[in-house]
């Protein structure tokens, strides 16, 4: 199993449609697929119509062995499932204090999955915390969606120093550009400098387009309502590009 | 994929009127009629099947896919968004997984479609107020296509899939169903149902050899059984071998023949003489005739691993051989064995070969050894091949000209063929550890000869290469990188054989060949 984290520190850069877009394509590529909405808001949850809800809570997950396996709900795509949000999630950072190795106590919950599906996506709260700690130990892909600026640029860079400890070792960070306008010179200039930390960007860049925001009117992936936009090209290619990269690794 | 429960329904009522009746009674949302055509393949001897996996391409308005699957189709191993490519193999579909596991399970052997399903389905969900899907019911008919225009009606039935995480819902529609409907415990693998209704398992007629004698029976007519199950194979393997469809059914094809000659050459005092002279001529007509499309297929087959010993910058100058291989394998397909195969000699040959298998056994024959008991002449066989391949091989040494070990390579593939005919007559593990000795100083033998033939034949190709003009210096420099790597391994080969030799002559080994085939009482002959 391939885990593949949505993160950024920022908020509403586009984590979630890029967990939502490219777990479906996942799935449609034949891969048996999970998604993790590890956000206390369930999004992801949203987007797929499944109810933010985990019997027993987050307590519940970390108490009993089979608890994650028995959260998970199939979506209405074959080969996709997902672990719904749920409103405990908001306590997370108390409730891993507590535990035993609190920092890849996620890690080890995941175990019981991993046989059973080929990627997992974890959709990420926005922030810097025991759980984004929990996540790098976890993930083998850091996705971090990066909106053209130069603030953003600033926060990547917080990301990968954060990143860069001996427990992480493991863990590849993949920066890429989410909700570009082309009209904005500023976007143009930073896309073609990739100056610092962008280097490592992928080349496929996800467009700021109506289409995508239109998720939360379809609750769907994109790819089932505007296949033939732009956008739904662009999250293609940037799937087939991570996947190029991870099996050249 | 949980389980599926599975109603059949009777009657003669259409699908739609099972569709209406079911979304009003149980509040289901119905979506349009989709149609599938799922054919299922496999390799002709049924790799996949025997491996436990089976491979659908299903095709759909939406267009053609591929799943690879395990466990009565219930667990997916991958998939891709394709048809299969026509050649069948698994080599010329795009890279991913599906290629990868297919190329493991299938090796050298193409893909062959074994059935073809056409499935009308209306699918029916149950659906909560977030706009959810908790449950699906397919109302469905399932056709076999078996070459006619209409396929054949196979089963009306009810599908209740339930989806992980909503069991409740399921357990809710299963209760309600139950009320009007018998609920089958037959099974939701649509492969197993098309299997049952063409009657045929996967690689089931591709004619690997299984022979069962019994121990007192007449050595002719073990020796005319042998034969029959020989020409089975062989004629199971001729249109392949046409076709090319892949490199297996000629060689299956070949190994046939060849095993047919040696039968007719180590039970002499079995057939009758001028039987035996006859068809000794004819088979080994049949077997030179296809020896240089058999090493062209070889050479195809090793491609990848010629590539392989060059450098990167090298391996593209080494395609005009691939090309030139591509070329004179289709001609020899061409002019030399579909003419052969088509013409009046192998008409005859197979028609006086199944007169003959088909014929009364002669009361009083007249060949010598036609009325022992096959377990004796078995025995006497196996054992004198086997010393003679033990003198012969003890008598090799490191000076020793190649033809001693090509000859000794021969006499071992004869003592080979003897124990793979007369296998049911020992006892199974004794005799394949036998055979796996064998198959150790085989290999190594093998691999002297072939690469001998390898090193003279590609040498003449790049001859012919360059008066063709297909020939650049890059290329020229390829081959000889090529040959010169062959003939190391070549030479590796010879130094192996003493080694090679020693084991398989080793004393624990001879006493197991010893228990096995020195006849009874024949202290003498040991
Ligand atoms: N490429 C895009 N073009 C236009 N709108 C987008 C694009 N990507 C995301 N959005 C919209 O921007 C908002 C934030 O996106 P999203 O929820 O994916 O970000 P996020 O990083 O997950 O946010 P949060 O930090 O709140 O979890 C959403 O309303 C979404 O529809
Ligand atoms: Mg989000």
């Given at each position: 199993m391939i885990t593949v984290a949505c993160y950024n520190l920022k908020g509403g850069v586009g984590k979630t449609a890029t967990a939502v877009n490219l777990s479906y394509l996942a799935a449609l590529g034949g891969a048996g697929t999970l998604v993790w909405d590890l956000d206390p808001q369930g999004a992801a949850s949203f987007y797929y119509r499944i109810k933010p809800r985990v019997k027993g809570g987050s307590p519940g997950l970390f108490r009993r062995k089979r608890k994650l396996a028995a959260a998970i709900?199939?979506?209405?795509?074959?080969?996709?499932?997902?672990?719904?949000?749920?409103?405990?999630?908001?306590?997370?950072?108390?409730?891993?204090e507590r535990q035993r190795k609190p920092g890849t106590r996620i890690r080890k919950l995941l175990k019981s999955v991993r046989g059973q599906y080929q990627y997992l996506f974890l959709d990420c709260p926005p922030g810097i915390s025991l759980l984004s700690e929990n996540i790098f130990a976890a993930a083998d892909v850091l996705l971090v969606p990066v909106i053209p600026t130069t603030l953003s640029l600033r926060t990547l860079e917080q990301v990968l120093a954060f990143c860069a400890g001996e427990d992480y070792r493991h863990l590849r960070v993949v920066p890429f550009f989410s909700m570009v306008d082309r009209r904005k010179s500023l976007h143009r200039e930073m896309i073609a400098q990739r100056s610092g930390a962008l280097e490592q960007a992928l080349a496929t860049c996800i467009p700021y387009a109506s289409e995508v925001e239109q998720m939360g009117v379809h609750r769907a992936p994109l790819e089932t309502y505007a296949h033939a936009s732009p956008a739904a090209g662009a999250y293609r290619e940037l799937w087939a590009e991570l996947q190029r990269r991870s099996a050249a690794r | 994929m949980q389980k599926a429960s599975i109603?059949?329904?009777?009657?003669?009522?259409?699908?739609?009127?099972w569709r209406d009746r079911l979304s009003a009674q149980a509040g289901l949302t119905a979506d349009p009629l989709e149609q599938v055509q799922i054919t299922y393949y496999d390799s002709f001897d049924g790799r996949l099947y025997a491996a436990g996996y089976s491979l659908e391409q299903t095709h759909t308005a939406a267009g053609a896919e591929l799943r690879l699957l395990r466990d009565s189709g219930r667990q997916l191993q991958a998939a891709l968004a394709a048809a299969l490519p026509v050649s069948g193999f698994p080599a010329d579909l795009p890279p991913g997984e599906l290629r990868r596991r297919l190329e493991k399970l299938l090796d050298m052997r193409a893909l062959l479609p074994v059935a073809t399903l056409q499935v009308r389905r209306y699918p029916l969900r149950g659906v909560d107020d977030e706009g959810k899907t908790r449950v699906r019911l397919?109302?469905?008919?399932?056709?076999?296509?078996?070459?006619?225009?209409?396929?054949?009606?196979?089963?009306?039935?009810?599908?209740?899939?339930?989806?992980?995480?909503?069991?409740?819902?399921?357990?809710?529609?299963?209760?309600?169903?139950?009320?009007?409907?018998?609920?089958?415990?037959?099974?939701?693998?649509?492969?197993?149902?098309?299997?049952?209704?063409?009657?045929?398992?996967?690689?089931?007629?591709?004619?690997?050899?299984?022979?069962?004698?019994?121990?007192?029976?007449?050595?002719?007519?073990?020796?005319?059984?042998?034969?029959?199950?020989?020409?089975?194979?062989?004629?199971?393997?001729?249109?392949?071998?046409?076709?090319?469809?892949?490199?297996?059914?000629?060689?299956?094809?070949?190994?046939?023949?060849?095993?047919?000659?040696?039968?007719?050459?180590?039970?002499?005092?079995?057939?009758?003489?001028?039987?035996?002279?006859?068809?000794?001529?004819?088979f080994a007509w049949l077997g030179n005739l296809t020896g240089t499309l058999r090493d062209l297929d070889v050479y195809l087959l090793k491609f990848a691993s010629y590539r392989a010993v060059l450098p990167s910058e090298l391996r593209p100058a080494l395609e005009p051989l691939r090309t030139f291989l591509l070329y004179k394998q289709q001609q020899e397909r061409v002019e030399r064995l579909t003419v052969a195969l088509q013409g009046k000699r192998y008409h005859k040959l197979k028609q006086r070969w199944q007169r003959y298998l088909d014929a009364p056994?002669?009361?009083?024959?007249?060949?010598?050894?036609?009325?022992?008991?096959?377990?004796?002449?078995?025995?006497?066989?196996?054992?004198?091949?086997?010393?003679?391949?033990?003198?012969?091989?003890?008598?090799?040494?490191?000076?020793?000209?190649?033809?001693?070990?090509?000859?000794?390579?021969?006499?071992c593939k004869k003592l080979r063929y003897l124990m793979e005919f007369?296998?049911?007559?020992?006892?199974?593990?004794?005799i394949q550890v036998a055979i796996k000795a064998l198959k150790q100083l085989q290999d190594n033998l093998g691999d002297f000869q072939d690469l001998e033939v390898q090193v003279v034949s590609l040498r003449r190709f790049a001859m012919e290469m360059r008066r063709r003009g297909e020939y650049s210096a890059a290329t020229g420099e390829a081959m000889a990188v090529l040959l010169e790597t062959l003939e190391t391994r070549r030479h590796q080969a010879r130094d192996r054989f003493a080694a090679r030799f020693k084991r398989f002559a080793r004393a624990q080994n001879q006493a197991a060949f010893k228990r096995l085939f020195r006849p009874a009482g024949g202290a003498k002959t040991s």
């Open positions: 709900k199939a979506t209405d795509f074959p080969r996709l499932d997902l672990v719904p949000a749920d409103f405990s999630y908001r306590n997370m950072d108390l409730l891993l | 109603y059949p329904l009777g009657g003669a009522q259409r699908l739609r009127h397919q109302v469905e008919s399932v056709g076999l296509l078996d070459g006619g225009g209409k396929p054949r009606m196979l089963q009306k039935r009810l599908l209740l899939q339930p989806l992980r995480g909503y069991a409740k819902s399921a357990r809710r529609l299963a209760a309600g169903l139950a009320r009007d409907f018998a609920l089958e415990t037959a099974t939701d693998d649509l492969y197993a149902l098309a299997l049952a209704a063409t009657g045929k398992r996967p690689g089931e007629d591709s004619g690997k050899l299984d022979i069962q004698l019994q121990g007192d029976m007449r050595a002719d007519a073990a020796a005319r059984h042998i034969a029959a199950r020989l020409f089975a194979t062989l004629q199971a393997n001729e249109a392949g071998a046409l076709d090319g469809l892949d490199s297996e059914f000629l060689h299956d094809f070949r190994v046939a023949v060849r095993r047919t000659r040696s039968l007719l050459d180590e039970l002499k005092h079995v057939f009758p003489a001028s039987l035996r002279q006859r068809f000794t001529a004819e056994l002669a009361k009083r024959p007249v060949a010598r050894d036609a009325l022992k008991r096959i377990d004796r002449v078995a025995h006497r066989r196996t054992w004198r091949t086997y010393k003679r391949i033990l003198a012969a091989g003890q008598a090799i040494n490191a000076d020793s000209p190649p033809g001693e070990l090509h000859a000794l390579r021969k006499a007369f296998q049911s007559l020992y006892p199974p593990e004794q």
